[in-house]
């Protein structure tokens, strides 16, 4: 059994998945969009300009596969109660990808040395997803 996320981004999915493959690398696995369903409901019963809005979507992050949807497409996507967290190898690793993922975003913690990690932070990107970065502590 595995858990993965599912982040539903309201009418920005494809501006999400460009992001994060720009921002933290992302490879897109696979999707399809509400008009490739061939099982699709009447029209009307879409939202308005879904055809061409995301249906299902996969991407690979590091080693995390991460699933994503437009959702109902009313382009007000709200994550809460929920942090993705990146592990990272380096301090200085998780200083780009802090300041790549506050660009339009929100500081909630700024990053630096705590006393379980060289670095942790987090910050809410400009979707609103909730991350936390830290690095890898070494044994």
């Not at 696995?29 to 249906?55: G, W």
């Amino acid at each position: 059994m595995k858990v993965q996320p599912y982040l539903f981004f309201d009418g920005r999915c494809d501006e999400a998945i460009a992001y994060y493959q720009k921002v933290l690398g992302a490879e897109l696995l696979m999707l399809m969009r509400f008009k490739d369903n061939p099982d699709s409901p009447r029209p009307e019963m879409l939202p308005p300009s879904s055809a061409d809005k995301v249906m299902h979507a996969a991407m690979r992050i590091g080693e995390t596969e991460v699933m994503a949807s437009d959702g109902n497409c009313m382009g007000k996507p709200t994550f809460q109660g929920v942090s993705l967290s990146l592990t990272v190898d380096s301090d200085a690793e998780a200083d780009r990808l802090f300041a790549a993922l506050a660009d339009g975003g929100q500081v909630q913690m700024p990053i630096g040395k705590t006393f379980f990690a060289s670095r942790f932070g987090m910050v809410a990107d400009r979707f609103g997803v909730s991350w936390m970065i830290v690095t890898q502590p070494t044994v």
